[in-house]
Structures are given as C-alpha cells and as structure tokens.
C-alpha cells in the first residue's frame, strides 16, 4: 500500500470507528506528537485519544490537499461535525465544530511509525462554548 493510501485509511478508520483497523496501521513504536500533550505518546494513548474524541464528537475528516514524498505524506485537511459527548470537562452542547489541520506521517515498512499533528485546541473548545471564540481566531 502506497503511503497516501495509508494516510486515507488512516482517516476512514478514525471516522468509522475502525481502533483494530486503525492499530493494525500503527507501528508497535508508533509515536505521535500533538498540541494537546506535552509529549509525543505511543499507539495505545493514541488510539484511546481517538476513542475520546469519537464518544465527543461525531463528524469526518476531509482530505483537502496529500503530498507524499518518499516515506512521508503531509495531509492538509478540516473536520466538520457536531459535540455529542462530555469533552474536557464542557458538556454536550451540539454545537457544529469546524476546524482545519496538518499532520505528517513517517511511513516505515508499511506502517505509520511517527505522526506529527498540528491544529489550533482552543479554536475546538471556543466552538463549544468554552472559550471565547474572538480571542482564538
């Protein structure tokens, strides 16, 4: 499988719900790095990152712009849906949630070994209530 096509299931899995799909793409050392902990975490704080934000919210991740250069793909993308779900101490609100990011994949033998995503965290809790949305925009 080619490493764009990695990165698009990446994000079929997450939207469906897919955690044993999404696993069997991690590399046992798999890593990613994110705004929202202060240090990279391995495949298993992920993939419960993962089922967090699903039980918070419900939407899909667009893939608007892949580039894959030898074992890397840079994926540029939004995600639209709703909050349904407790998310950070904020309760349900349904509020529509919009938000674009980056994220970068290192590929090694097939699997996502290293993942590098960059979005805006207080643009999401602005959204729902939690921030004032004129001082994160």
Not at 24 to 30: P, W
Not at 67 to 79: F, K, L, Q, Y
Not at 108 to 126: L, Q, R, S, W
Request: aromatic share 10%.
């Amino acid at each position: 499988m080619k490493a764009k096509e990695i990165a698009k299931k990446w994000f079929e899995s997450i939207d469906s719900k897919n955690f044993e799909g999404l696993k069997g793409l991690m590399a046992k050392n798999h890593s990613f790095q994110n705004p929202m902990t202060p240090s990279p975490i391995g495949r298993d704080e992920h993939i419960g990152m993962m089922q967090k934000m699903t039980s918070s919210f419900e939407g899909k991740h667009y893939l608007d712009q892949l580039i894959e250069e030898g074992n890397h793909v840079v994926v540029r993308g939004h995600w639209s849906g709703r909050h349904i779900g407790e998310f950070n101490g904020v309760p349900r609100t349904g509020n529509k949630v919009d938000f674009s990011w980056i994220d970068i994949f290192e590929i090694v033998d097939g699997k996502v070994a290293h993942e590098y995503f960059e979005m805006n965290p207080a643009n999401i809790m602005a959204q729902i209530g939690a921030l004032d949305q004129k001082k994160v925009s």
